[in-house]
């Protein structure tokens, strides 16, 4: 009765953001998705609610970590800002939290990979070049737990900040229990890169007491696969004095620590420092993430603000600024990113300031959406990934990806262009590769051929991922295609393939079993009735025989035949 009190009383929530199309309807699925004949695998199938040149003028591109019950082969995924595939990795498994970053002077693909347990993980993280080819693997030191999934920072100083969590027995007297209890402790280390050592570590449990919690223990903490997650650590940014500012989902409250580890002050949560001048609001944020420092004294957050499906019309999430006084010890609320439909996440969710234009990237979390706002809160462009009614109604993760990025980004792919010559038509597509213009279609004689023996077939300009060439009636059996860029320069060459041996649409396998049992069952019945159906076969010809005959009397006394004739 609870829960379906619950839901009528989200049920105004649900709908106010959703349209009657055929995409937010579901009646493309949960996650609609495209497929490419020369990718051989699928990428999101986007819905853009709003839409501003501003989103694209940039060169900017968006960055997911897709995973959820409905997609299958969860991973790393670069769209344009319209949509549009540039690149799809899925033999990391789920990769989480895939961002741009930079180490010595070179931009690099990072992400976690790993296994989750739940809502933490166990893995280690990947530095890929601009190439997709691996550079650097970085893992936790001196512990017997992997890194998380939650945050992967470099540092400017060619170190790494990562999030652990860690099953450890404590005195749970503080959590009003009279023994001792499992906790998911959490940890963060700081390691440089290049030789692997460890430079810093803080656990949660040493410095932050039990009772500061805002996730109830319940009946957990009584075995070690029962562990209490009472604090939950999700990010870790560095500032130029060398602290670290954290974010603690399960207390509500950002820490800032000192290289003694000792905690300098805290906002938010049941003991905040700081005296909020903006009637509670810079401060009562909760189950939050992402927080990072944008300046000295102004910090920006995604406020999930709640963690419950079932919720009211009034509490949705936001991204949010505050600045910091640390002569006042107060906190004021600069500004809040809203939703159109004011979505609540109830998990996950980012929050990125970009370099240059101030515009701020929103990405949803749980919910599989982001929204782009210019600094002072216009919306400029919305966009989701998945069919709004089963988001809007009831949140549970169908598709989503932990934190949303925007960024520039140039990959160079080693891989050479693909190509698949399919039902007649040349399929063309080049996963990752940034910088192509236009393609062109080459033909020549022999499979064998050099460089010279080849000839322009046609040549288009590339829109989309992936582009069609139609089978024309060449002389020349043998193709290939050629990436070229916008100064006219040769990027790459797929391998050469035959046009005549094309492969052709087929019936699905699933298809196929169902008619081969229908016939199997046909066959069945027809010799176990066999002779039956002789006899009505015989019926039927006589039949027609003697209908036959009729009709040929009728015919020949209609125009004018008498019995003399005859």
């Known amino acids: 009765m609870r829960i379906s009190i619950a839901i009528l009383a989200a049920l105004p929530a ?68 319209n949509g549009n595939l540039v690149w799809s990795e899925t033999k990391y498994g789920q990769a989480l939290n895939l961002q741009v970053q930079r180490y010595k002077g070179k931009d690099y693909l990072t992400f976690w990979s790993g296994t989750s347990g739940g809502p933490w993980g166990n893995g280690s993280y990947i530095m890929l070049d601009s190439s997709y080819e691996l550079a650097h693997t970085v893992t936790s030191v001196d512990i017997d737990a992997g890194g998380d999934l939650h945050e992967f920072a470099i540092t400017e100083h060619g170190t790494a900040l990562f999030t652990i969590y860690q099953e450890t027995q404590v005195n749970c007297a503080d959590a009003g229990l009279s023994q001792l209890c499992w906790i ?10 290049e030789t692997g050592k460890l430079l810093f570590q803080w656990r949660a449990s040493d410095h932050v007491p039990l009772s500061h919690s805002y996730s109830e223990i319940g009946n957990k903490g009584l075995t070690k696969k029962t562990s209490w997650d009472y604090f939950h650590i999700n990010s870790v940014d560095k500032d130029e004095l060398g602290n670290y500012l954290i974010s603690a989902r399960h207390t509500h409250a950002l820490y800032y620590i000192g290289p003694s580890g000792a905690i300098l002050w805290s906002l938010g949560g049941r003991h905040s420092d700081f005296i909020d001048l903006s009637e509670g609001h810079a401060s009562d944020f909760k189950w939050q993430h992402h927080a990072r420092w944008q300046s000295n004294s102004t910090i920006s957050l995604f406020d999930n603000h709640g963690n419950n499906v079932f919720h009211g019309r009034s509490e949705f999430s936001r991204g949010m600024t505050v600045r910091l006084d640390f002569d006042k010890m107060s906190a004021t609320l600069l500004k809040t990113y809203v939703h159109p439909d004011k979505i609540l996440a109830v998990s996950q969710g980012s929050m990125q300031v970009l370099p240059d234009n101030g515009n701020v990237m929103v990405g949803w979390g749980n919910t599989p959406a982001y929204t782009e706002f210019t600094a002072d809160g216009q919306v400029l462009c919305t966009t989701h990934y998945g069919a709004s009614i089963f988001y809007e109604f009831l949140d549970l993760g169908w598709v989503k990806s932990y934190r949303t990025f925007k960024s520039k980004w140039i990959g160079k792919p080693r891989d050479p262009p693909s190509i698949k010559v399919f039902d007649g038509k040349i399929f063309a597509s080049w996963n990752g590769a940034t ?49 070229v860029d916008k100064a006219g320069e040769l990027l790459g060459f797929s391998e050469v393939v035959d046009i005549t041996l094309s492969e052709y649409a087929s019936i699905p396998l699933g298809h196929v079993f169902f008619l081969v049992l229908g016939a199997a069952l046909i066959l069945f ?12 076969l015989a019926r039927i010809f006589l039949f027609n025989r003697h209908q036959k005959n009729a009709q040929q009397y009728e015919m020949l006394y209609s125009e004018g035949y008498d019995d003399e004739v005859i």
């Not at 998911?184 to 890169?193: G, M, R, W, Y």
């Not at 236009?438 to 023996?453: I, M, N």
């Not at 019945?525 to 009505?536: D, T």
């Open 14 to 81: 649900a709908t106010r953001g959703l349209t009657f199309s055929a995409y937010d309807l579901g009646f493309l699925g949960v996650y609609p998705t495209r497929n490419y004949v020369s990718l051989g695998q699928d990428s999101p199938r986007v819905q853009i609610a709003q839409w501003d040149p501003r989103c694209v003028n940039d060169g900017r591109l968006i960055l997911l970590s897709l995973r959820g019950h409905n997609v299958k082969n969860p991973g790393g995924v670069i769209l344009e800002p």
């Open 184 to 193: 998911n402790d959490c940890l963060f280390q700081e390691v440089d890169i």
């Open 435 to 483: 910088e192509i213009a236009k393609w062109r279609l080459e033909s020549a004689k022999f499979s064998d051929a050099g460089d010279s023996d080849f000839q322009t077939a046609e040549e288009v300009p590339k829109e989309g991922f992936e582009t069609v060439f139609m089978h024309d009636d060449w002389d020349r059996r043998f193709l290939r295609v050629a990436a």
């Open 525 to 536: 019945l027809a010799w176990n009735y066999r002779e039956s159906l002789s006899r009505q």
